[in-house]
T-cell receptor
Framework: TQLLEQSPQFLSIQEGENLTVYCNSS?????LQWYRQEPGEGPVLLVT?????EVKKLKRLTFQFGDARKDSSLHITAAQPGDTGLYLC?????????FGAGTILRVKS | GAVVSQHPSWVICKSGTSVKIECRSL??????MFWYRQFPKQSLMLMAT?????????EQGVEKDKFLINHASLTLSTLTVTSAHPEDSSFYIC?????????????FGPGTRLTVL
């Protein structure tokens, strides 16, 4: 059983469309992180959300942390082919960083 | 700043041989380094946590005698896959943290693709 459940697992959309990726848990996290990973490379940190209800924006990406700090979402506006990649949410649980299963995003031009 | 490198970036070896992967923090001292394994289109799974100068802590199900981890200095950790088999083929990623409690501030390396024939 995954501590962090991500959905959807796979998303294929056309350039210009909007999308939302969800990260849910039954556990409370002090913070959650979102990473983007391209094939053959390590994950790159996009954002860390710390406060319940927090919303952070990074250009066309909007990240939200749930009020109860059990879930988070990533919304991409007007997706571009360059957004293609594996999106991972992660949170500290005990003494380690645990990752969700990931969402593979493919944006077609 | 906070750059982590891995060497090699990819390696192909024969079944039964051993392979060493290096993880270096280039511009900071890493008290703690982590080793992850990632299978195609899957997430990162933590294999072990290593602190400089002490034995690594392995996750459940990870064979410590097969995956030897050495963290000899504050800038270098190595993972040796001993007697590699095709099922060990995977993408191995290391990360580094500046303190033992900075689990949410990890700097990831670019990964090493291991293929065992």
């Amino acid at each position: 059983t995954q501590l962090l459940e991500q959905s959807p697992q796979f998303l294929s959309i056309q350039e210009g469309e909007n999308l939302t990726v969800y990260c849910n848990s039954s556990s409370v996290f002090s913070s959650l992180q979102w990473y983007r990973q391209e094939p053959g490379e390590g994950p790159v940190l996009l954002v860390t959300v710390v406060t319940g209800g927090e919303v952070k924006k990074l250009k066309r990406l909007t990240f939200q942390f749930g009020d109860a700090r059990k879930d988070s979402s990533l919304h991409i506006t007007a997706a571009q082919p360059g957004d293609t990649g594996l999106y991972l949410c992660a949170g500290v649980y005990g003494n380690k960083l645990v990752f969700g299963a990931g969402t593979i995003l493919r944006v077609k031009s | 700043g906070a750059v982590v490198s891995q060497h090699p970036s990819w390696v192909i070896c024969k079944s039964g041989t051993s392979v060493k992967i290096e993880c270096r923090s280039l511009d900071f001292q890493a008290t703690t380094m982590f080793w992850y394994r990632q299978f195609p289109k899957q997430s990162l799974m933590l294999m072990a946590t290593s602190n400089e100068g002490s034995k690594a802590t392995y996750e459940q199900g990870v064979e410590k005698d097969k995956f030897l981890i050495n963290h000899a200095s504050l800038t270098l950790s190595t993972l040796t896959v001993t007697s590699a088999h095709p099922e060990d083929s995977s993408f191995y990623i290391c990360s580094a943290a500046t303190s033992g409690r900075s689990w949410d501030t990890q700097y990831f390396g670019p990964g090493t693709r291991l293929t065992v024939l």
